[in-house]
């Protein structure tokens, strides 16, 4: 079974921190990405990565970053957490189109920035 | 960009069938991927159309027409467990195989 694990379910920081949330995958998957989901909006992609140290902005960059070292490895920095970054992270991973449709996702982070 | 219409919310009994629109507004994609989400979960994968046509699973089935930027999912026999959220995506060309997802319609089974 393909597993994707993501650092922490819950986590409350203060505005202005940096933050670092961590993605760990288990099935050598090339692609791995970061999603926000917020009430009415659906997922909306932060950056993904298809290779170690790649990554490309996916739809909302703005306000983070993220460091892709080893393969199975994603993280996503909150420069300087704000109020509107409070939100459920997910992470997910995929290997190529031509071989697997399918993202595989973890179980996500509800971060609260206070 | 890319745009992914879906109703927010439908209601439905306990053995009826029921059926959740996406309607989209972008080009270039290699296929239409339905994805189910129960409260407090992640997203888990449901089925892929990457032609024109039904795809059937078990009591799922999924439909894509690109002719009309139009796809469904459908859902027979419906059981409680069904209630969730269900998010089209569409599975975009380029590269890291990503996907943008609709805004999810929120579907509840009553007895």
């Known amino acids: 079974d393909v597993k994707v694990t993501q650092s922490s379910r819950y986590l409350v920081k203060r505005t202005g921190e940096k933050v670092f949330l961590e993605c760990v995958q288990d099935?050598?998957?090339?692609?791995m990405f970061w999603y926000r989901q917020d009430p009415g909006l659906g997922l909306r992609l932060i950056y993904f990565?298809?290779?170690?140290?790649?990554?490309e902005k996916g739809d909302i960059p703005e306000g983070y970053s993220v460091s892709r070292e080893k393969k199975e490895r994603f993280s996503l920095i909150l420069e300087s957490a704000s109020t509107n970054q409070t939100s459920m992270y997910l992470c997910a991973s995929s290997s190529t189109p031509d071989t697997d449709y399918e993202q595989y996702f973890g179980p996500g982070t509800r971060l609260t920035v206070t | 960009g890319q745009s992914l219409e879906q109703p927010s919310e439908v209601t439905a009994v306990e053995g009826a069938i029921v059926q959740i629109n996406c309607t989209y507004q972008?080009?270039?994609?290699?296929?239409l991927s339905w994805y189910q989400q129960h409260d407090g979960g992640a997203p888990t994968f449901l089925s892929y159309n990457a032609l024109d046509g039904l795809e059937e699973t078990g009591r799922f089935s999924s439909f894509l027409s690109r002719s009309d930027s139009y796809g469904y999912l459908l859902l027979q026999e419906l059981q409680m467990k069904d209630s969730a959220s269900y998010f089209c995506?569409?599975?975009?060309?380029?590269?890291?195989?990503?996907?943008?997802f609709g805004t999810g319609t929120q579907l509840k089974v009553e007895l």
């Open positions: 995506a569409v599975l975009m060309r380029g590269g890291g195989n990503k996907l943008t």
């Open positions: 990565s298809y290779d170690v140290k790649m990554k």
């Open positions: 972008t080009s270039g994609f290699y296929g």
């Open positions: 099935m050598d998957h090339e692609n």
